[in-house]
Structure formats: structure tokens, C-alpha cells
Nanobody, 118 residues
Framework: VQLQASGGGLVQAGGSLRLSCGASGSIFSINDMGWYRQAPGRFRELVASITSGGTTNYADSVKGRFTISRDNVKNTMYLQMNSLKPEDTAVYYC?????????????WGQGTLVTVSS
């Protein structure tokens, strides 16, 4: 099983980016999925999460600016980030609670760097 995050890059403040996280392998089902981020010198923090049924949760710092979604057919999760701020600069990681080969576990993607310039 592999999670592959993509879509990061350099953007000016006020701009937008869309991150994607695709899950591949012998996956039976995917439960909760989430995006986390870690800025230099800071702990990894939850940005947004989404259940298999589509219920979402956001960190206060991104509410109204970021939108998490998922495509259960494609086993892919997205994070639409609008009105980006310099403080959003971080490595963004995706994770998923999924069942594969008879086992349930938490899997992490490799991270994608988002840099927001002022």
C-alpha cells in the first residue's frame, strides 16, 4: 500500500493550490483520511480530515480557506487551498486509515512542500 501526495509548490500570498493524495495497492476499504502539515521548528498539526461518509473537520486556522474532499472510487483525497498565507508554508502530509490484505492501519504519504511568499 502506498500513499502518494502531490500538488505542492511555490505560490504568492492570496494564491491557490490543490493537493492530491492517491492511495494504491491491495486496498479493501479506506476509512478516515486527513491532511497534516509541519512547518520548520514546529510539530506536525492536523489541517483537515474527512470520513468515508464525507464528514469534514478543519483546523481553525484554515476554516473558510481550505476545502478537503475525496473520491472513493479513485481512492484519492484532495485539499483545495485558497487565500494562502505565508504562515501556511509547510510540508503537507496525507494519511489514511485503511484496510489492506486483511489488516487495518494508518498509512502516511511522503509529503509535499507548499511555500507561500509574501
Amino acid at each position: 500500500v502506498q500513499l502518494q501526495a502531490s500538488g505542492g509548490g511555490l505560490v504568492q500570498a492570496g494564491g491557490s493550490l490543490r493537493l492530491s493524495c492517491g492511495a494504491s495497492g491491495s486496498i479493501f476499504s479506506i476509512n478516515d483520511m486527513g491532511w497534516y502539515r509541519q512547518a520548520p521548528g514546529r510539530f506536525r498539526e492536523l489541517v483537515a480530515s474527512i470520513t468515508s461518509g464525507g464528514t469534514t473537520n478543519y483546523a481553525d486556522s484554515v476554516k473558510g480557506r481550505f476545502t478537503i474532499s475525496r473520491d472513493n472510487v479513485k481512492n484519492t483525497m484532495y485539499l483545495q487551498m485558497n487565500s494562502l498565507k505565508p504562515e501556511d508554508t509547510a510540508v503537507y502530509y496525507c494519511n489514511a486509515d485503511l484496510v489492506a490484505s486483511g489488516w487495518e492501519g494508518i498509512y502516511w504519504g511522503q509529503g509535499t512542500l507548499v511555500t507561500v511568499s509574501s
